[in-house]
């Protein structure tokens, strides 16, 4: 089993910035891949950003690319997302995600196992 417990969410202005955190428990964490998505209001849970189990590839949602950045600590047993250039459009509850071990980082939820809570983000215009 694998706990995940996100945090950093809130209300944010056009423009700002947000660092999530998702700190996990359980399953051996460096071995997993992780990954964020988010949901809208009457919307599908979509891909934001996802990243190897030791760090070396990233992938992101071409709506995000060039202002979010996801990373991990393997020795905190936690995944970040950077959030720059907040646009309203970026709403949402957004949730971390955890992944067996592959080769291959998955970028669809029905790949991930577990999953957290969520953490709701706002951006006013």
């Known amino acids: 089993q694998v706990q995940l417990v996100e945090s950093g969410g809130g209300l944010v202005q056009a423009g700002g910035s947000l660092r999530l955190s998702c700190a996990a428990s359980?399953?051996?964490?460096?071995?997993?891949?992780m990954g964020w998505f988010r949901q809208a209001p009457g919307k599908e849970r979509e891909f934001v950003a996802a990243?190897?189990?030791?760090?070396?590839?990233?992938y992101y949602t071409d709506s995000v690319k060039g202002r979010f950045t996801i990373s991990r600590d393997n020795a905190k047993n936690t995944v970040y997302l950077q959030m720059n250039s907040l646009k309203p459009e970026d709403t949402a509850v957004y949730y971390c995600a955890a992944a067996p071990f592959s080769f291959v980082v998955a970028t669809t939820p029905d790949k991930y196992d577990h999953w957290g809570q969520g953490t709701q983000v706002t951006v006013s215009s």
């Open positions: 990243i190897s189990w030791s760090g070396g590839r990233t």
């Open positions: 359980g399953r051996i964490f460096s071995t997993s891949n």
